[in-house]
């Protein structure tokens, strides 16, 4: 049903010829008018020029609006004007070189039509030649009237080839014999469109970013992960050079995924692209560019998921359908190999920026003391004072060097109060030597903070390398049930269904795939097959989806879940208008239930910002796998690279919907408490929060749960010691409905009527 929905969609979406005739030319007006006027460097304006050079039959369109681009929007329009009319004859001159078959034609309706064929149909060559001469020209008229200045003779050279490099890319455009040459087409067209929209916004969002972004997932997915991170450094290049690192990441990553997952392709570029901008300008680099590519994601998601952007077809469609079969054929094998890859250079990169950051790690106190030393004897050895330091005196001398030495280790400064008056007064460079080692040190500490950050990178590509290989190795949704198989086989031939081949996949949740359905011949009701596959297969399922692909019928049916969970959340600050620094989450993702509560630790705007910067990680990554310690880890280290000091507790509560196995990961949370019955227990750990410590400080406990059980999560407002839980614990006997939202709100009321002076959160579940 979803599929033929999509396929009207789009059919919708497709515009006659006519249409797209009018399109086309309405655009190459308005890429004519807005190129035509874009200041480049050096001012020139080679974007209209290169633009008529390229443009095909459709010449007069973008003529016309760079004309008038000229006119309205230039101030030394009489130049380019006389360039563009110029170009314009040259290119009807050099239409009709080698053409001799036009001497053949006839006068007439059928001499229109020939010219018609061969005006502004040029070779390639041919049109950057002629567009090449023109902006010599150009650069000739320029040199004469500013009097002959040697920077004017550059301008001359550096615009006529950057002309001539453009206009052969962009004939890319209209040229249908190659994919790499449309390639450079499009690449050539958005690096105009990308440097004349730099620094422009909408609502607030630079449309420039978020236009590269797309772009670059358009590519990458059409084109693959190299030529996607080119595009993403040549874009950077158009908007100043510090987003290509960014974008080209993007690029990289979303190309190595396509094939395996959109969502997963999208998501991983966002957030290692993000990533990596907050490792080099901080923390700050999430305010600038979150807005931007997450924009451009989840724009670019659906056009490109469901394929509603036009593809780049360059093959006829014999080839096409071959290519489709060989692709399914091995798409598997493909699959594998692009994730193990991936993974391996992660690995590979995180290998060899953790040897670069101990390279360049801090010294110890061992280290502090010989730097004193050394720096110590380098002004000693020319002191006339030597002999009295060095002979006479050498216990004072080594005890105020230690001395020195040990109050860089604690205080990473040394004064003249760390050394003893004697020697402050008989050394005559103790201000030299002081002066130095301050220097030094501070050269240390900057060095340190960029060596941490190099640790939180490393880290963050070891976390990404065992999370693909974890996707590498998980086979469940593909592996096929031969018990529960042998029985839908039966229990199909049963009710009648006809088809070639029937089979039940999946680890947990389950899901039976019926290919080459005879809907004709098939006997029975979508109603009668479920109810007979629910009876042979224990299985509660959900309702039969088919699918037909040019006459080939595929039947599929999904377990149910199990359990449900019902889910009230209640959240008080602590003073009236002040932000609440805690965050909560709740969301369901296939057979799996959520729930998350995240305390900023302190008040106020920058607790709340890392709160919701932990479920919204976490709710994206746990979207799409279950490894929590890997997800913790690169979340830890993501606080750690912030610039404001600023730690998070994070509580996760995870339930699988189908088998009833739950588990609670806590990193510096409070106590959980869940009742069976007339039994309440508490579930708490010892650890510390998120980014306070360099290593991940998590534990996880695992439990069982019944239909009927009642499960409450609490921020350490509502018990901040282990003393205050008895309450919650005596609450919760005491209760005997089954109402989330009354028993969330009942414990919020009792918290507060205790006098709690903090952001409180509560989480009720009631699992049926």
Request: aromatic letters at 8%.
């Amino acid at each position: 049903m979803v599929d033929s929905n999509l396929k009207g969609f789009k059919r919708r979406l497709q515009m006659s010829e006519g249409a797209k005739e009018i399109f086309f030319e309405v655009l190459l007006f308005a890429l004519g008018f807005a190129l035509m006027s874009v200041r480049f460097l050096f001012g020139t304006y080679p974007f209209g020029l290169a633009l008529v050079g390229s443009t095909k039959k459709k010449l007069p369109f973008a003529l016309a609006g760079a004309l008038l681009s000229v006119v309205f929007l230039m101030d030394a329009s009489i130049p380019y004007l006389v360039a563009l009319i110029g170009l314009t004859g040259l290119r009807i001159s050099a239409s009709f070189i080698k053409r001799s078959d036009y001497k053949k034609a006839e006068l007439g309706s059928t001499n229109g039509k020939r010219i018609a064929d061969i005006i502004f149909n040029e070779g390639v060559e041919l049109r950057v030649v002629v567009t090449a001469l023109v902006a010599l020209g150009v650069g000739i008229y320029t040199v004469i009237a500013n009097g002959y200045l040697y920077y004017d003779v550059f301008v001359l050279i550096f615009n006529t080839v950057f002309v001539s490099i453009m206009t052969y890319c962009l004939c890319g455009l209209f040229e249908s014999k190659e994919k790499r040459s449309f390639l450079f087409g499009i690449s050539a067209l958005l690096f105009c469109l990308v440097y004349f929209f730099s620094g422009k916004e909408l609502g607030g969002i630079d449309f420039t970013i978020a236009l590269s972004y797309g772009a670059v997932l358009y590519i990458s997915k059409n084109y693959g992960g190299i030529k996607g991170a080119a595009l993403g450094l040549l874009l950077g290049a158009a908007q100043g050079g510090t987003l290509s690192a960014v974008l080209g990441i993007g690029g990289i990553i979303s190309g190595f995924l396509w094939s395996l997952s959109p969502y997963l392709a999208i998501m991983s570029s966002f957030i290692l692209s993000l990533g990596y901008a907050i490792s080099v300008s901080g923390y700050e680099a999430v305010v600038s560019l979150t807005p931007e590519i997450l924009a451009a994601s989840l724009i670019m998601y659906p056009l490109l998921r469901f394929e509603v952007l036009p593809k780049p077809v360059v093959i006829s469609n014999e080839e096409a359908k071959g290519m489709v079969v060989y692709h399914l054929e091995n798409r598997s094998a493909e699959i594998k190999g692009k994730v193990a890859s991936l993974s391996q250079a992660y690995g590979s990169v995180a290998k060899a920026l953790k040897k670069l950051s101990q390279r360049t790690k801090n010294p110890d106190k061992r280290g502090y003391l010989d730097m004193a030393l050394e720096s110590c004897e380098r002004h000693c050895c020319i002191c006339p004072k030597n002999n009295i330091c060095w002979r006479r005196d050498i216990d004072t001398t080594e005890n105020n060097i230690n001395r020195m030495g040990e109050a860089l280790f604690v205080r990473k400064k040394v004064a003249k109060g760390d050394v003893e008056e004697k020697f402050l007064h008989r050394c005559p460079n103790i201000d030299k030597i002081m002066e130095e080692l301050n220097a030094k040190n501070k050269t240390i500490l900057a060095q340190s903070v960029k060596n941490d950050k190099l640790d939180v990178c490393a880290q963050d590509y070891e976390s990404v390398s065992k999370m693909m290989d974890s996707i590498f190795k998980k086979e469940a949704e593909i592996t096929v049930d031969k018990e529960l198989s042998e029985r839908a086989v039966r229990a199909s031939a049963k009710c009648g269904l006809v088809c070639e081949k029937i089979e039940v996949v999946g680890d947990g949740s389950k899901r039976i795939v019926a290919t080459g359905v005879d809907i004709q011949r098939s006997k029975c009701t979508a109603l009668e097959l479920r109810h007979e596959m629910e009876k042979s297969l224990n299985l509660a399922l959900k309702e039969a989806v088919i699918t037909d692909e040019d006459g080939y019928a595929t039947l599929k049916m999904e377990s149910e879940n199990k359990f449900k969970v019902d889910i009230s959340a209640k959240a008080y600050t602590k003073d009236e208008g002040e932000i609440n620094g805690d965050s909560c989450l709740c969301f369901e993702n296939g057979s799996k239930q959520y729930m998350i509560i995240c305390d900023g630790m302190g008040s106020g705007r920058e607790a709340q910002l890392t709160s919701q910067l932990c479920v919204e990680l976490l709710n994206k990554m746990l979207s799409v796998t279950d490894e929590k310690e890997l997800v913790l880890s690169m979340l830890n280290n993501l606080i750690r690279a912030k610039n404001v000091e600023c730690s998070s507790t994070v509580d996760i509560f995870e339930l699988d919907l189908i088998s009833g196995e739950g588990s609670f990961v806590k990193s510096g949370a409070c106590p959980s408490f869940v009742k069976r019955g007339e039994n309440v227990f508490k579930l708490q750990s010892k650890t510390a929060p998120i980014g306070i410590m360099k290593g991940l400080d998590a534990e996880e406990l695992s439990c069982s749960f019944n239909k009927g059980d009642i499960c409450v999560m609490v921020s350490d407002g509502v018990v901040p010691s282990k003393q205050d839980s008895k309450w919650i614990m005596q609450y919760l006997t005491e209760f005997q409905g089954d109402d989330p939202k009354e028993l969330s709100q009942g414990i919020m009321q009792e918290a507060r009527k205790r006098g709690t002076r903090d952001d409180m959160t509560v989480l009720a579940a009631v699992i049926n």
